[in-house]
């Protein structure tokens, strides 16, 4: 059974879907967190580990630094982070297929974090899809299962708080 069929078989979604359009991924969902408790588990792979993958690791959290995002199921994925700004924004390359390095097969990742009410809302925009190598086909499928990947994960972000009180 799929992470996503999981969480709706168990009543744990939380917000719309993740949208397509032209080729990216965006999807905004709201945290009932503070920003600094948002922005650690965006960027510390010891909480990262607990909502978006099955291990998470990067030597730094710096400009440039590389690590990986791994899946049981589905396997390690390379990561080089693109951008830190502290309780704002945090961006890394990813490898959409699982692989030893990061290659042409790569898309960015970019989460920014805003005050909303009570809580915080974060915002995922994946881009680079365009630039994939292969059929339109492919680039329209890789689409297709990130959306869906980010509607997983994002809802597992919103749940890791559900809660749990500052």
Do not use: C
Request: hydrophobic content about 35%; proline content about 3%.
């Amino acid at each position: 059974m799929s992470r996503r069929a999981r969480l709706e078989r168990e009543g744990n979604t939380v917000s719309n879907h993740a949208r397509i359009k032209g080729h990216t991924v965006t999807r905004t969902v709201h945290i009932e967190a503070s920003r600094a408790r948002v922005w650690k588990a965006l960027t510390d792979p010891a909480v990262m580990v607990k909502w978006f993958g099955d291990g998470v690791g990067f030597a730094a959290l710096e400009l440039g630094a590389t690590g990986s995002i791994d899946w049981d199921d589905y396997g390690s994925f390379p990561i080089e982070i693109t951008e830190v700004v502290p309780d704002g924004s945090f961006g890394f390359r990813w490898s959409g297929i699982p692989a030893e390095q990061l290659d042409e097969y790569s898309t960015h990742v970019r989460f920014t974090i805003a005050d909303a009410g009570s809580g915080t809302d974060v915002t995922v925009i994946e881009s680079g899809f365009d630039t994939l190598p292969g059929t339109t086909r492919y680039r329209r499928e890789r689409l297709e299962q990130n959306r869906e990947g980010w509607d997983v994960e994002l809802d597992e972000l919103a749940i890791l708080f559900e809660g749990v009180t500052e």
